[in-house]
């Protein structure tokens, strides 16, 4: 019997860090890194220090990674310049390093490419139940934060379901 190392998933972002942990068909560890209430200069740094603390924590075999588009807008070309030291860090480690894009993920999990945030949430509930108490909050800014949990378990998921072949392992 051969050991699999864990899958570091991470939805990227400097105001939430969404980052699910699934070794097989278990989900160990999923949450959010909450930054929004770091002065901005301080997110990419602490966004940094919580993924190698996950690395440190988990020794993911692969890490999973949301696709990011570089954007003239600051706020978004910070957020594609963290996925890339994400990707460069876990290469450095000896991790294999996947990137998907949202549509990919979408569409394997539900059937489709453009299918609500809601809808891959109420997936994943049917997949992990003890998630259910996060699908439903009673303030809609609630919400949107644990979607970023839920967007990290799905990169998992689907990852799990379709490692990619080596070739394309460092995207």
């Known amino acids: 019997m051969t050991h699999r190392r864990p899958i570091l ?22 949450g959010v890194g909450a ?7 301080q997110r990419v740094l602490e966004a940094k220090r919580l993924v190698r603390h996950w690395v440190r924590l988990y020794h993911p075999g692969t890490v999973v990674v949301e696709r990011t588009t570089e954007h003239p807008t ?3 070309a910070r957020v594609h310049r963290f996925a890339q030291y994400v990707q460069r860090m876990a290469h450095r480690c000896g991790q294999t390093v996947v990137v998907y894009s949202a549509q990919q993920v979408r569409k394997h999990l539900v059937g489709n490419g453009w299918a609500s945030k809601d809808e891959v949430a109420g997936f994943i509930v049917q997949r992990f139940p003890v998630l259910r108490i996060y699908l439903t909050q009673d303030r809609q800014w609630k919400e949107r934060y644990w979607q970023n949990m839920f967007d990290a378990v799905a990169l998992a998921l ?10 394309r392992s460092c995207g």
Do not use: K, T
Request: glycine share 10%.
């Open 9 to 30: 998933a991470l939805d990227p972002g400097l105001r939430e860090l969404g980052y699910a942990v699934l070794n097989g068909p278990n989900l160990i560890a999923s």
């Open 35 to 41: 930054l929004r209430f770091l002065p901005e200069d």
């Open 74 to 76: 600051q706020g978004l």
């Open 158 to 167: 689907h990852h799990e379901a379709h490692p990619p072949s080596r070739s």
